[in-house]
């Protein structure tokens, strides 16, 4: 009798373990994506979406090829169209990642003219079955701007500063004042 208990008790382990890293697995491979689309009223529209990682970084690839073929002047105007035209994140203006090198589990998006503070928007960190909700604010680390320029103000201490990039600007590591932003502001 013992030993089937103990038997039972073992399977059962068995298939909790297996379907909690099963649920862990799917959860590293998953984006959480907001966008904000600016209006010219002043206000905002805020979508927030979940994605993979490998649909993040085709659309990292694709901006790539998009300016690669706007400095080749072979699609400037179809380029800027795609931007003006699309409020998703693959044509937004700038995107922040909570990671380098355009990676994360995290990803915001701005689309048109506007300023926004980013304890406004949160991100989302989660291990297993459980998550940790912060703000954007101190959270960027990579960044891709898009046909707009525009800065990143940042806070640390008693000094602030500016990070300023220009249209299509494409930035790998974060400078310190951009990792330590509390602002977006974005000149459409």
């Given at each position: 009798?013992?030993?089937?208990?103990a038997m039972?008790?073992?399977?059962?382990?068995t298939?909790?373990?297996?379907?909690?890293?099963?649920?862990?697995?799917?959860?590293?491979?998953?984006?959480s994506?907001?966008i904000?689309?600016?209006?010219p009223?002043?206000?905002?529209?805020?979508?927030?979406?979940?994605?993979?990682?490998?649909?993040?970084?085709a659309?990292?690839?694709?901006?790539?090829?998009?300016?690669?073929?706007?400095s080749?002047?072979?699609?400037?105007?179809?380029?800027?169209?795609?931007?003006?035209a699309?409020p998703?994140?693959?044509?937004?203006?700038?995107?922040?990642?909570?990671?380098?090198?355009?990676?994360?589990?995290?990803?915001?998006?701005?689309?048109?003219?506007?300023?926004?503070?980013?304890?406004?928007?949160?991100?989302?960190?989660?291990?297993?079955?459980?998550?940790?909700?912060?703000?954007w604010?101190?959270?960027?680390?990579?960044?891709?701007?898009?046909?707009?320029?525009?800065?990143?103000?940042?806070?640390?201490?008693?000094?602030?500063?500016?990070?300023?990039?220009?249209?299509?600007?494409?930035?790998?590591?974060?400078?310190?004042?951009?990792?330590?932003?509390?602002?977006?502001?974005?000149?459409?």
């Open positions: 009798m013992r030993k089937t208990i039972l008790a073992g399977l059962f382990l298939m909790t373990a297996c379907g909690g890293a099963e649920s862990g697995r799917a959860a590293e491979g998953t984006v994506r907001t904000v689309q600016f209006r009223d002043g206000s905002s529209e805020v979508k927030i979406d979940k994605i993979s990682q490998a649909q993040q970084q659309e990292v690839a694709a901006r790539r090829q998009l300016v690669q073929q706007k080749a002047r072979s699609a400037t105007g179809t380029a800027t169209q795609a931007i003006s699309d998703d994140c693959v044509g937004a203006d700038l995107w922040l990642f909570d990671d380098f090198n355009q990676t994360g589990s995290n990803e915001i998006c701005f689309f048109g003219g506007g300023s926004a503070t980013l304890a406004d928007y949160m991100t989302a960190y989660c291990y297993g079955d459980m998550c940790f909700y912060e703000t604010t101190y959270h960027v680390r990579s960044y891709w701007a898009g046909v707009s320029p525009g800065s990143l103000w940042g806070y640390a201490g008693e000094f602030n500063g500016y990070e300023y990039f220009n249209a299509w600007q494409r930035v790998d590591t974060a400078g310190f004042w951009a990792q330590h932003s509390t602002q977006v502001n974005l000149d459409f």
